[in-house]
């Protein structure tokens, strides 16, 4: 199962400059988890505390996660998650 | 229909099913035409609204001077209705809004204040401030934090929505001021059990992105989370892809931002289709095409119209 995760220029020094990677999981916390996986450090600039940081959105095919289930988001094969850094407004 | 001004023409506007871009009989798109507003769209109510509250509320005589931070299109309502009820008005916009824009404007006799396009609207809302502290005989609306904007909607634009289509299930409009999805929201919400309102945010490009950080933090007084069911993120790609899809499928010459709410739209009824869930999804048509020739937006491929949209402000 292949999820495309898009990563912002400022969070590809960890995925050795590719805008975009794929990882495996079933839920938005496993996919980071597979994600850290092969590109270690990651996990912490998108996650504290078992929540998403505050300053990070992630979007789920353009959806906000925040307005979904957080970290315990489904996800599924085909999907696409956006990883940006929020701005004005960006986080609820 | 007969109007006695053209003031009183504001909104009942049309709305039109997307029978080639619904999914299925079951899941429908519904498309609110408010570019058939006077001024050719949906900021002719929340203008209209704000001005006559001003002038219940006794802040705006004849001859006053209003100041609005505007990216355009209210702008363009507050330049008609000032022009015809003999107000001054004076306009700050991103010195990167579209040419058509600024011409519009001074068509109808608004004056410009050009503020810096790194900042983008927040900027502009930032020197409209200084301006209306140095000038306290000037009226700001303040479109961000004018309860009449959101009533706007709330009054007009939920209920003609409930008369012409009471099966509604989504409400889909782009987030700016918050004022259509806030009022249209509240409205819906009082009516329909378990109606999904969605915000479909425009996503600049990383280097207009970077530059708002500047002004991180700027929310519109007017936006309430708890209106909002859920929020697109949606790439100038995206929403240029979709302008054209309206055009090409359904016929309909709509600006930039409509893309982006039609994005939100088709993503909410995917999901519906694949729940087996009924859905009569609206979304808003905030303006046509017509301002944004010049963007290059309807030419040449689509990474060619992208690029040239890159650092411009299309919502």
Redesign the interface.
């Known amino acids: 199962m292949a999820i495309e995760v898009r990563i ?2 400022i969070l590809r020094t960890f995925t050795e400059g590719a805008k975009a990677v794929d990882a495996k999981g079933a839920t938005l916390e496993e996919l980071i988890g597979d994600l850290d996986s092969r590109h270690p450090g990651l996990k912490d600039r998108l996650v504290d505390k078992g929540a998403l940081r505050r300053f990070v ?1 992630v ?1 789920l ?4 996660v ?3 289930g957080g970290l315990e988001t489904p996800v599924a094969d085909g999907d696409t998650v ?1 990883v ?6 960006g986080s ?1 | 229909m007969r109007f006695d001004s053209l003031i009183d023409s504001v909104g009942r506007t049309p709305l039109v099913g997307l029978p080639r871009l619904s999914p299925s009989q079951d899941v429908r798109i519904w498309a609110k035409l408010e570019d058939r507003n006077p001024t050719g769209s949906i900021k002719d109510r929340p203008a209209l609204w704000m001005i006559e509250q001003a002038e219940k509320d006794g802040l705006l005589r004849p001859g006053c001077t209003i100041l609005e931070p505007t990216s355009g299109n209210t702008g363009i309502s507050l330049a008609m209705s000032a022009r015809l009820k003999g107000y001054r008005l004076i306009c700050v916009m991103p010195e990167n809004t579209s040419e058509e824009r600024r011409q519009l404007l001074r068509m109808w006799g608004a004056e410009i204040v050009s503020s810096p396009a790194a900042g983008g609207s927040n900027e502009a809302v930032r020197v409209a401030k200084g301006m209306a502290a140095e000038n306290p005989d000037w009226v700001m609306l303040y479109q961000y934090g004018n309860p009449a904007n959101w009533r706007s909607h709330y009054e007009t634009t939920g209920p003609e929505i409930m008369e012409d289509l009471p099966s509604v299930t989504h409400f889909v409009a782009g987030l700016g001021t918050t004022g259509t999805l806030m009022g249209v929201g509240r409205f819906l919400r009082e009516r329909v059990p378990g109606v999904r309102i969605v915000a479909a945010e425009p996503r600049y490009g990383e280097l207009v992105y970077g530059l708002r950080n500047v002004d991180e933090g700027f929310i519109p007084e007017l936006y309430d989370p708890d209106v909002l069911t859920t929020r697109f993120s949606v790439s100038s790609g995206d929403a240029l892809r979709r302008t054209r899809e309206l055009l090409s499928t359904e016929g309909i010459f709509a600006g930039v931002s409509t893309g982006a709410a039609l994005h939100g739209a088709l993503g909410m009824a995917a999901k519906a289709l694949k729940e087996g869930e009924r859905a009569d999804i609206v979304f808003v048509v905030a303006d046509g095409g017509w301002k944004y020739l010049s963007t290059g937006a309807y030419e040449g491929t689509l990474d060619e119209a992208e690029e040239r949209l890159e650092g411009q402000l299309w919502a």
């Open positions: 912002p220029t959105n979007y095919n353009d959806e906000d925040r307005f979904l956006t940006l850094p929020a701005v004005a407004g609820r």
